[in-house]
């Protein structure tokens, strides 16, 4: 199993976490795909990273403080025009509590 | 000469001297596009009836003497850019129906310089991609051969520019995707330092690595647009409040006494020998300049395009759970709970790529392997900064190929993620630095594929990059040619 990073079984798992669904022939195809990125990847542990700190900006920046005052925003009617469904200045969803 | 052939300074000196109008100009794109986009498939949506009545206004502005810096000038946006009432897709079904209620920061300074909008281009879905295959729109042309790609993922923006479908464009670059399409299409291509241009309004796929700039037909024209986009905003909280200068003021400065970097590493084995030959031809005017070209050392290359794909994908799994079909966007009718809603419409509003990366990104950041694949990419891509700021220490400017071919073939790739993903290992690294990077044109293979040279500078120095470049452009007497459309 030495080529095997990720099997059919994690790929279901990582894409109910994504909240994405797969058909079984999609789902062979990226559980292929998958593995062979994931095995690309093994080459970053040829690098000695120990006492580096991981770099999460590019631009090494204080927090952005802005004065705590009312702005205009959107209308509520602008907010929702793009909503695939909406009512009473709400947007509606399918149940979700029984 | 057309008036679409021409740049936006040559338009702006006849514009003034009254020779002709911004309504001429607006006409002779649309003719352009109306010949020549039915092959090409630049654009997902056009804006004939604003630009219409935006040339109108630019010429009344013209005869008062009000003009801007960019009052008549035609301009495409790609389609991540948001503009108030009218459709931004992404390139995406998920988002094939959304009208943004405001504009991108970068619309609204392009607006307030007088620019006309043209139409919004063609790009990969979500940005992500190399060769605009992956729009939900279908497939942009490369304008020097209709059977290649333009590259990605402002593939669109990069073909409209070459075909002369507007005089100027915008584009994004998240792993290279403006300057890798500005050298297939044989076009200027700037990605600016990270924070120098608001994103505000730019649809997010891995906002650390994000920039907007400029597709351009020579340098003067992108120095013109540079000094209209870049600047602080204060709705973007991670644009930086540095002084932008006049970026015109570097073009005629010259580059002797320089010292340019050519690093070892972007000359590997792989790379078309059409393309090298190019590039070493450039690195020969450049010293021909005064410029003196010492080889240096970038190690951590070979393992950028994994950090990429770590860091691109977990960012972008977290960007595009904003997609669930409640707040905007394509809603499927299928779900009967909220959970199967989210499923259904993420399932079927998402291409097979954005799906690719958005699992990757999940995957590396789910519990267990978080360590093994994002922190230890974040770390390595802190490793890559340092061998930049290394190289900076010593060089003004680094130089070097843009992309390891030339334009591909349509479907080549499409079938092989991993390959797809490789045709971005020499632009990506510049994103994970956060430096500036520009490609232009330096001559042709012998099929007539444009190639592209890249100048790398240190972060904030646009400047260096444009007098760098400027003076290599107007050098290398690179032969003036149009697509054969």
Known sequence: MENIRISKDEVAHVAHLARLEFGETEMEKFTAQLNDILLYMDKLNEVDTSGVAPMTHAIAQKNAFREDAVDPSLPPEDALANAPAARGGCLQVPKVID | MELHELTIHELRDRLLAGEITAAGITASVFARIGAVDGRVHAYVSLMREQAEAEAERADAAIQRGDAKPLTGIPIALKDVCCTKGVRTTCGSRILENFIPPYDATVVERLREAGAIFIGKTNMDEFAMGSSTETSYFGVTRNPWDLDRIPGGSSGGSAAAVAADECIAAIGSDTGGSIRQPAALCGVVGLKPTYGRVSRFGLIAFASSLDQIGPFTKDMEDCAILMNVIAGYDPRESTSVPEEVPDYRSFLDRGIDGWTVGVPKEYFIAGIDPEVEAAVRRAIRVVEGLGGRCVEVSLPHTRYCVAVYYIIAPAEA??????????????????????????????????????????????????????????????????????????????????????????????????????????????????????????????????????????????????????????????????EKRRPPL
């Open chain 2, 317 to 478: 799994c977290s960007n595009l759970a904003r997609y669930d079909g409640v707040k905007y966007g394509f809603r499927s009718a299928e779900g009967r709970d909220l959970l199967e809603m989210y499923k259904k419409t993420r399932a079927a509003g998402f291409g097979a790529e954005v799906k690719r990366r958005i699992m990757i990104g999940t995957y590396a950041l789910s519990s267990g392997y978080y360590d093994a694949y994002y922190k230890k990419a974040s770390q390595v891509r802190a490793l890559i900064r340092r061998d930049f700021d290394e190289a900076f220490g010593t060089c003004d400017v680094l130089m070097t190929p843009t992309t390891p071919t030339p334009a591909f073939r349509i479907g080549e790739k499409t079938e092989d993620p991993m390959q797809m993903y490789l045709s971005d290992i020499f632009t990506i690294s510049t994103n994970l630095a956060g430096i500036p990077g520009i490609s232009v044109p330096c001559g042709f293979t012998e099929a007539g594929l444009p190639v592209g040279v890249q100048f790398l500078a240190g972060h904030f120095q646009e400047g260096r990059l444009l007098q760098c470049a400027s003076a290599y452009e107007k050098n290398a007497q690179i």
